[in-house]
């Protein structure tokens, strides 16, 4: 473990079990540097930077009527106690993983070949590169840059990106891009516009008028192979031709 100057903390070679004593996580390393400022003084976390690499991740859950093996981190974390907290503020600069794997596994449902189920799940060569410019309330502001990784049940994500921008105003993604081995999916803009309900907010009780409901948006040149999702859909296997499409929408709610 090092900390740096007031604000920077890295972790090299962490391991930890869970309460059997089986692998629960393994970290090469782990950096965050922070602002201290704001959290000290208004309670906004702010996140400068964080990495993740070589992260190994194993979630255990033996049947549904049992927690998984991790909830025992999660209770630590949890507040005993009930009292009216401060609205959550977020704001992450950057988030970078990087050789990752991910798996979890329900120990009482049988595992399938070669389709994907949600019940055993593993998720390697997981990358991403992810800014958070606010989080809160009344605004969300995510930028994926990038997000990639393999599952084994043959789901390849090459590459996913977009930037999301959600007020009490409306909601906007932009640049979604979509890779899959033999798909190009992408999208300049869809707008959504709404007037939200009093005392509505984006966290909690997300309510819209529905007569306020406008949405536009399109779909650039892409190439689509149905093959791609094929452990969702086992049926379309074999379809292996490229369909091209492209689009233009505008509504409303009626």
Known sequence: VTIGLFNRLVIDQLEMKDQQGKKLISVRRAAVRADLYHIITDGK??????QLFGADIHIVKPSADHATNIQFILDKFAS???????PLEMQIGSFIM???SVYYDRLDVPPTEQRFNPNHLAATDLSAYIKLRSFCKDSIHVEVRRLAFKEKSG????RLAFGLTAGLKGVELRHFALS????????PMISVRYQMKPRANLLQNFSIE?????????ISPSSVTLC????????????DEYLNLSAQFAGTYD
Do not use: M
């Open 80 to 86: 005993k106690e009930e009292k009216e907290s401060k």
């Open 45 to 50: 976390i702010v996140i400068n930077t964080a």
């Open 98 to 100: 990087r050789q990752c």
């Open 210 to 218: 529905p007569a306020s409901l406008y949405y536009q948006g399109a």
């Open 228 to 239: 791609d999702v094929s452990a969702f859909l086992p049926a379309v296997r074999l379809f």
């Open 155 to 158: 789901v390849e994500l090459k």
């Open 180 to 187: 899959l081995p033999h798909t190009w999916f992408q999208i």
